[in-house]
């Protein structure tokens, strides 16, 4: 089967569809997705292809009959995850017949490897071809195995329609995938590709359908680095979100992630004049030492990411700021240590992200001499998280007292009492206790007045609830 026409997909009386001329009945999926939100909306998009065959989604892996792991390469501690989950899946196929695939990251580079290396499983995918999925589950239903599919015979532009398969009203777009930059440590450029970006017109159109038809208020435009979107033809990250902004019953706009260097002057003023930008950025700034920065191929010095801070603090003053940082990258001195502590304190993030440096096959780092032993790695790490706690704790006191808007996002149960959970639209978590028990707040806006706020936790009380939309749809 070359393409499968989903028009033509029959229901038959026994509730099978007819694919072509294969039979599918009620079948069930299960999925297990590692790393980055790129990776999360892969996974919603293999889910839209699969429904038609008959798939439903469980949770339960005993009960399924299709396993799908959507890997990630960024650092070895998700390899190992997987490996780990994979080698499992031995037991489970020779209770009952059951297929197994990988698709994702390390299925993109090592697709042939891990055929081999794993006997249970049926094929291996790249990041390239989850809309492909479809063909893919086709051919190994009609009895084919251990194939791996990195690539797809189609032309070279990046055209897509965003596949939404939950009920919440916040999606996420692709707009640009693949990189270009090759940092010395990281995998990305070999598993995803050089950078392709949609057109503006075309997302655009996207959201404006996602919008009026699915109900979707909130979006975040996706990308390895969205800065650089549009740059091959002509367009940009700033033009995007302008046009955007005015499409009616959208309320929030974000982006991530986004490389420094490209930060322009253009996408700064929006961030000022945009209404529907959120108040939130991430920029993961990986080190405070120039000469780390250096090692790492960043192509911009802390003075240059300083001053980028300053103009978009300047631009909005209301701007919440978080970054990326890697410990230990190789050979970093005590001194480099120190000035990524240093960069903490000028930056007043309000969190971030910080990992290990972990050795990438292939990437210009891993061929570094790097004398860096695992628990100075550690060590160092764990430095940068408390210095940062620390700061994170005073720059969320000062959110007490003031009354910020929160999309509700779900309720759990914390020391035995219900709280809702809602996120600003500076991104931070809010969690609220209800007026009445059965009050459903579930995808509300309501106003909340921060009554504390620890470094890792924030309550508020509730102020007023507008229901499902803040400004009336015409
Ligand atoms: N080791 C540790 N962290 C890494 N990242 C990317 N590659 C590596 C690596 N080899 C981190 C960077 C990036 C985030 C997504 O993952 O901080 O911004
Ligand atoms: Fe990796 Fe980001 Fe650098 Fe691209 S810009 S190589 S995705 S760290």
């Known amino acids: 089967m070359e393409q499968i026409n989903y028009e033509e997909i029959k229901t038959l009386e026994n509730g099978s569809k007819l694919v072509g001329d ?4 009620k079948r069930k999926v299960w999925v297990k997705t590692y790393g980055c939100q790129m990776n999360y909306h892969d996974t919603e998009r293999i889910l839209s292809h699969l429904e038609p065959l008959n798939f439903s989604l469980t949770s339960r892996q005993e009960e399924a009959d299709l396993l799908l792991f959507n890997t990630c390469a960024i650092r070895d501690l998700a390899n190992q995850k997987f490996y780990s989950h994979l080698g499992n899946t031995k037991h489970q196929k020779k209770q009952k017949e059951v297929k197994v695939a990988a698709g994702g990251c390390i299925a993109q580079t090592e697709s042939k490897e891990l055929l081999k290396k794993y006997p249970q499983l049926d094929f291996a995918f790249g990041t390239d071809v989850v809309d492909n999925i479809g063909e893919m589950v086709y051919r190994a239903y009609a ?22 398969t939950h009920g919440s009203p916040q999606a996420f777009v692709n707009i640009i995938k693949g990189c270009d930059k090759f940092c010395s440590y990281c995998i990305v450029p070999f598993t995803r590709g050089r950078e392709k970006s949609r057109s503006v017109a075309e997302i655009v159109n996207d959201v404006a359908r996602l919008v009026q038809y699915q109900g979707i208020q909130e979006v975040t435009l996706l990308g390895q680095n969205v800065n650089s979107f549009g740059k091959k033809n002509g367009e940009s990250l700033a033009q995007l979100i302008m046009e ?31 209404k529907k930008l959120a108040n939130h950025l991430h920029l993961p700034v990986q080190s405070g030492s120039n000469t780390v920065l250096q090692r790492m191929l960043r192509q911009y010095s802390i003075e240059h990411y300083l001053e980028r801070l300053d103009a978009l603090r300047k631009a909005n003053p209301h701007i919440v700021l978080s970054t990326d940082i890697i410990a230990g990258f190789p050979n970093e001195t005590q001194q480099e240590h120190e000035a990524t502590l240093e960069l903490l304190d000028k930056a007043q993030y309000d969190f971030i992200y910080s990992y290990n440096y972990s050795a990438r096959k292939g990437t210009k780092a891993s061929r570094m001499r790097d004398i860096l032993t695992k628990e100075i790695r550690g060590r160092r790490l764990r430095e940068i998280q408390a210095h940062q706690l620390k700061i994170q704790e005073k720059v969320r006191a000062s959110m007490v007292g003031k009354t910020y808007r929160v999309l509700v996002e779900g309720k759990g149960t914390m020391k035995g009492e219900v709280k809702w959970k809602g996120r600003t639209n500076c991104f931070r978590i809010v969690h609220f206790r209800p007026e009445t028990l059965d009050q459903d707040y579930l995808w509300h806006w309501v106003d909340l007045k921060i009554t504390s706020a620890t470094a890792l936790s924030c309550q508020g009380e509730i102020i007023r609830d507008y229901g499902k939309r803040v400004t009336p749809i015409q």
């Open 244 to 274: 955007l902004e005015k499409i009616t019953g959208l309320e929030i706009i974000r982006y991530t992630t986004s490389h420094p260097y490209d930060i322009s002057d253009e996408l700064i003023e929006v961030h000022g004049k945009s």
């Open 143 to 164: 009895g084919d195995k251990k194939f791996a599919v990195t690539s797809w015979d189609r032309a070279d532009n990046y055209s897509i329609q965003t596949k939404i």
């Open 22 to 25: 294969l039979e599918f009945p």
